[in-house]
């Protein structure tokens, strides 16, 4: 039976930056229009935490259940180093996807947008399908774009709409840095496991391009998030405050440039996910400055 800190462990904390900077640059982006609601930001947070927890527990069942983390190099798989049985794992997903469906209604009342259910729903499903199902799409190459479409212009513009009624330019400029920062965290994680995706023929975005176009896709997905935040910064001087992000990104790209594999690019997953929250944390206080 699994102890409460490899529950922890497989829950993937070094994951949850790319739930909480959304949120953090959508309320921002909400600031800017005069609609900010903290519990609104609060809901669409709890939905980002819970929905980033299901899909990691979900994740760690289903390639559990496949064989594919049978041999790893990273982190804790509950069901791959057989800690917790498959059913335990699978039903901690759905409780946290219970948590986000919850929150995600009562934020949905709220906000009056009761078409955005629809977008809570895909949500779920892109969740559960990353790894699950016959088809995984996660499987085919296709995860880093699910999680740029539902890190990025989903979550981030899904938290401005539900505060303000609006978007704005600021917004989906955001939204995209954010999701590129997000996407850069799963290519971290994707460039590590090359070597045993390949073997258990997991054909992720990084088997596809190779060792070489994994580490400059990397590279140009965190520089394109910081022009972004510089071209905000552009219009709103105070979001050059985003630049906080910029010494863990230049941590985190001397591995990956340096040739680093296996374990030596775990840190490179915890420094992407903490440059991009620093990133947000720094662009929405520059937008919260900028408001006030």
């Known amino acids: ?17 790319t739930a909480l900077s959304p949120v953090l640059a959508g309320s921002g982006a909400a600031a800017l229009l005069g609609g900010f609601s903290l519990p609104r930001a609060l809901l669409a947070l709890v939905v ?46 759905f409780a946290a996807f219970g948590v986000a469906g919850v929150a995600g209604l009562v934020l949905v009342a709220l906000s009056g947008h009761w078409w955005l259910l629809a977008t809570g729903v895909a949500c779920v499903l892109a969740a559960w ?11 085919h190459g296709l995860g880093e774009v699910f999680v740029f479409v539902f890190f990025g212009p989903v979550a981030v513009l899904g938290t401005t709409y539900t505060q303000a009624d609006a978007i704005s330019w600021e917004a989906v400029a955001a939204s995209v840095a954010v999701g590129g920062y997000a996407c850069a965290v799963l290519v971290a994680n994707n460039l590590r496991d090359i070597p045993t995706d390949v073997q258990s023929g997991k054909r992720t975005l990084a ?9 400059r896709l990397w590279t140009a997905l965190v520089g394109c998030a910081l022009v972004l935040g510089v071209l905000i910064s552009v219009r709103h001087p105070w979001a050059a405050l985003m630049v906080i992000g910029v010494p863990l990104a230049v941590r985190a790209i001397r591995p990956v440039l340096g040739g680093a594999t ?16 620093t990133f947000a944390v720094g662009l929405t206080a520059g937008m919260f400055l900028t408001a006030a």
């Open 207 to 215: 088997v596809r391009m190779g060792d070489a176009g994994s580490r």
């Open 129 to 139: 399908f990353y790894t699950g199902g016959r088809h995984p799409y996660g499987y």
């Open 1 to 17: 039976m699994a102890t409460v800190a490899q529950w922890v462990e497989g829950a993937r904390p070094r994951t949850l930056p």
């Open 262 to 277: 296996g374990r030596a690019l775990i840190p490179v997953l915890r420094d992407t996910g903490l440059s991009e929250l």
């Open 48 to 93: 980002a935490l819970a929905l980033q927890v299901g899909v990691n527990y979900a994740n760690d069942y289903s390639d559990g259940i496949r064989g594919t983390d049978d041999v790893r190099v990273g982190p804790l798989r509950l069901v791959g180093s057989r800690v917790a049985a498959p059913h335990a794992v699978r039903n901690a997903a």
